[in-house]
């Protein structure tokens, strides 16, 4: 175990001490698990946790860190091209393979695992990011490509220690079961809100005629506009109120429907 | 995925050249379908040339003299960016609904409207390597006529190849009567009317259209209309959302009162290449907009179609959907939900 790992800071420690201290010297010993993390999401899911839940979050990222990865010396790669962009907000330059894709990239380069490689062939959207504001499925997009643009990922959505309204709502509603489509689709539905505010239409639109800004978007607007990302838990009532609510602020009544 | 070589450019000519000199190496536009297809092993380009910064994304109308006489839409624009035009959505409903009807909102704004256009079959066999593809390996054989083909045309096809085009944005198209302007290496233009830029199988289905290599797709023009208001798209898929078409039509009446002076009728998911209802079209010319007078010409229509072994339901699906999207465009609201 690296010791870098399981080190807390005095914040970190006061947090755990407060949320489960009888866990505290284990967590200091031995690292989170997944023990500890389902504990802490059933904390979460109580309501008890909303003011620490970001720090915690931030601690499970750490724990997950394996340290710097030596690039591969030039000569090593037969195609490999040197790709600069920012990556949430930080400048990244790495050399990679010219068949590299970002989600590899991201993933395999950046430690930024966030991003969740479901199906690789574009059907599933779990591997969707934020490229110049704009969601893109990081499986069919060449790291190559990237060169000086933005990338934003579910690890870049909070700020500071204050979680995405999405994610907030995300949590909130239990946009989620199992949670490997979650990152996907909370870039999905965060960019949506912009394609929203700009007054983007779907196919389900009432009048693609008519131009309007702000849309206010209806469970069947958002079922339409979200159905790159798939989640096999089933948890589309919860996403849809999830959305509904980061949209309007207002709260939510989840709707339980039976597919038409 | 096989090695290549990632070239980029910012400039027309000079990515045509690149490409000329390589019989092996392909276009990298949104890579939606291309980079999809070289996971499978299905493309196998050697090189790549990345258009990601040609300007060629405008969308903007098309003018002769002093007069706009349609809208041309940038070859490299993005899917996403041309359904949402205002002037799109305001004169061309018909094209913004086919666009949304196609994939998701992250492949519409990757996708480019040049590229929608090359998008290649989703014939299950033509994917998998392990089985015979006259359109992958000319003269290997077409696995779909004994296996599975469902999804598969009832109009032009060939016994080599029953696949399906599954591009909607391109259906649209096809009744807007557009026009594909490339660019040639020559570095003059060259105007491919829809029509004739796919092609039917016949003994080369690994052709899908007339483009030759070192050919650019720079704009898609597309002239003006009468039927904005009267258009509609219809899409009939396996889900409601986020599949290919097993038929779709596009239709837009130009009407005088309750009298069609006009109409043009495109279907997908049943041929090789969008399939213009011409049949349909000229039996409508000149009639009273009436459910009965819309079957007929769908009956009509259809009455070509030859199906296969699973796909015989797409003749009564094709022509109900004909009859829906006519009655939809007839009460102008075909562009609405």
């Known amino acids: 175990m690296n010791e870098n790992k399981t080190k807390l800071t005095e914040e970190e420690k006061k947090l755990f001490g407060d949320l489960m201290p009888e866990e505290l010297d284990e967590i200091i010993s031995s690292g989170l698990n997944r023990r500890h993390f389902m504990k802490l999401m059933g904390l979460a899911s109580a309501g008890l946790l909303a003011s620490h839940l970001i720090g915690a979050e931030q601690l499970f990222a750490r724990s997950a860190e394996i340290g710097d990865i030596a690039d591969l010396a030039p000569a090593a790669i037969e195609n490999g091209i040197n790709v600069s962009f920012k990556v949430n907000n930080t400048a990244k330059k790495v050399l990679i393979d010219s068949r590299a894709t970002l989600l590899d990239t991201l993933r395999e380069r950046l430690d930024l695992t966030g991003s969740k490689k479901g199906c690789d062939h574009g059907q599933c959207g779990a591997c969707t990011v934020i490229v110049d504001g704009k969601r893109v499925l990081s499986c069919l997009t060449l790291a190559a490509t990237c060169e000086g643009k933005s990338v934003i990922t579910i690890e870049g959505l909070a700020k500071d220690n204050e979680l995405n309204p999405m994610q907030a709502a995300f949590l909130k509603h239990d946009g989620f079961q199992c949670g490997f489509c979650t990152p996907g689709q909370i870039c999905s539905a965060v960019a949506l809100m912009k394609e929203a505010k700009e007054g983007q239409a779907s196919f389900v639109t009432a009048d693609v005629r008519q131009n309007q800004q702000s849309v206010i978007l209806s469970d069947e607007e958002i079922a339409e506009r979200m159905s790159g990302n798939i989640c096999r838990c089933g948890a589309y009532p919860n996403i849809v109120a999830a959305i509904k609510e980061a949209q309007t602020g ?3 009544e989840q709707t339980w429907l039976f597919a038409g | 995925m096989r090695p290549f070589k990632f070239t980029n450019t910012s400039n027309a000519s000079s990515a045509i050249n690149l490409l000329i000199k390589n019989p092996n190496a392909k276009f990298l536009a949104g890579g939606t379908n291309l980079l999809d297809l070289m996971k499978e092993d299905v493309e196998r380009p050697d090189e790549l040339i990345d258009l990601g910064r040609l300007d060629l994304t405008a969308v903007r109308p098309l003018v002769t003299g002093n007069n706009v006489v349609g809208i041309s ?32 909102a992250q492949i519409r704004n990757m996708a480019t409207n040049g590229g929608n ?23 290997t054989g077409c696995s779909a006529m004994q296996g599975i083909n469902r999804m598969h045309a009832i109009f032009g096809w060939s016994d ?3 696949a399906v085009y599954p591009s909607d944005m391109a259906v649209a198209l096809s009744a807007l009567n557009a026009s594909v302007k490339v660019m040639q290496p020559s570095g003059t233009a060259r105007i491919i009317a829809i029509h004739d830029f796919h092609r039917l199988p016949g003994n080369h289905p690994e052709k899908d259209n007339n483009l030759d290599h070192g050919e650019l797709i720079t704009a898609i023009e ?39 002076i006009s109409a043009s009728i495109a279907m997908g998911g ?21 459910v009965e007078n819309f079957q007929m010409a769908a009956d009509a229509e259809m009455e ?13 699906m094709g022509k109900k959907t004909i009859v829906y999207a006519l009655e939809q465009a007839f009460k102008g609201t075909g562009y609405k939900a």
């Not at chain 2, 299950?124 to 992958?136: Q, T």
């Not at chain 2, 039927?227 to 009939?236: E, L, M, R």
């Not at chain 2, 049949?279 to 009436?290: S, V, Y």
């Not at chain 2, 070509?304 to 009564?316: M, T």
């Open chain 1, 250 to 252: 207002k709260n939510v």
């Open chain 2, 73 to 104: 839409i940038g070859g490299l624009g993005k899917n996403t960016d041309a359904a949402n035009h205002p002037l799109i959505r305001k004169d061309y409903p018909l094209l913004t609904k086919a666009i949304l009807a196609g994939a998701s």
């Open chain 2, 117 to 139: 256009l090359l998008q290649r079959t989703r014939c299950s066999y033509f994917y998998d390597i392990a089985m015979p593809c006259n359109k992958r390996l000319p003269g």
């Open chain 2, 160 to 162: 080599s190849c029953i």
């Open chain 2, 222 to 260: 597309i002239p003006k209309n009468k039927f904005a208001a009267n258009s509609a798209y219809i899409k009939v898929r396996d889900r409601n959302s986020y599949a290919f078409a097993l038929v779709s039509v596009a239709a837009g009446l130009e009407l005088a009162g309750g009298k069609i």
């Open chain 2, 270 to 290: 049943v041929a090789h290449k969008p399939w213009r209802a011409t049949h349909a079209e000229n039996i409508l010319r000149g009639k009273m907009a009436t």
């Open chain 2, 304 to 316: 070509d179609a030859r199906p296969l072994a699973h796909n015989k339901f797409k003749i009564g």
